[in-house]
Structures are given as C-alpha cells and as structure tokens.
Nanobody, 126 residues
Framework: QLQFVESGGGLVQPGGSLRLSCTTS????????VGWFRQAPGKGHDGVSC????????YYPDSVKGRFTISRDNAKGTVYLQMSSLKPEDTATYYC???????????????????WGLGTQVTVSS
C-alpha cells in the first residue's frame, strides 16, 4: 500500500463539479490497484471509485455511478477523481489508496486496513 497526498477539495454547490488529485512519490503506479474512498461525518471509509492495475477495469458503487470518474497517470504517480453533479450526500473527506495486494476492483472498494493520509475535504452545500 502506498501513501498518498490528496488535494483538490473544497466547497462546491449542488450540481457542481470538482476534480481531486492524489499524488505519491513512487516513480510509477504501474501494477497497483488504486481507489478513492470517502468518510462522511460519523461514518467509516467507503470506496467510491476503484481501478485495476492490470487492465484499468473500474468499479463504481451505485451511489456515484455516472457521476464520478477515476483516472490515473502511472508515470506521474497520480490518481484523479472527476466528480460531477455533486450532491450534499457527497460531502466527506476523500482519500486515495493503492495496493498490489488486492487485484479485484470491487474487492478493492470494499477493502479495509489502508493507512489513510490526511485526505481532502469536499463539502457540497448551497
């Protein structure tokens, strides 16, 4: 599992868009399964977007499907999360994780035990 520094969060109105970035000092993310997770106030970490390290297969839970898009630049060691049509229920602290241990994207978004960074706060409110 890699340690990431997340950025790009902020306050956005409902229906708005936001692009988050996660960066690691690792030279390349090639072969790593990556994912975005969020923690709402009083709740645990829930996977919202995960991507395979082998074939770029993605997984999105129904809560974000069609609104969130995960992408990556392996050479830059960066993972992105493009969020659109944001809703108040998207309000949370967002975190990145990467591992070679989990290869199935759905299992990645259900995984636990990551070493979370500071995350980046996303607040969706009028």
């Amino acid at each position: 599992q890699l340690q990431f520094v997340e950025s790009g969060g902020g306050l956005v109105q409902p229906g708005g868009s936001l692009r988050l970035s996660c960066t690691t000092s690792t030279f390349s993310l090639d072969g790593y399964t990556v994912g975005w997770f969020r923690q709402a106030p009083g709740k645990g970490h829930d996977g919202v977007s995960c991507m395979s390290g082998s074939d770029d297969t993605t997984y999105y839970p129904d809560s974000v499907k069609g609104r969130f898009t995960i992408s990556r630049d392996n050479a830059k060691g960066t993972v992105y999360l493009q969020m659109s049509s944001l809703k108040p229920e998207d309000t949370a602290t967002y975190y990145c994780a990467a591992t070679r241990r989990v290869t199935d994207v759905q299992q990645m978004c259900l995984a636990a035990g990551f070493s979370w960074g500071l995350g980046t706060q996303v607040t969706v409110s009028s």
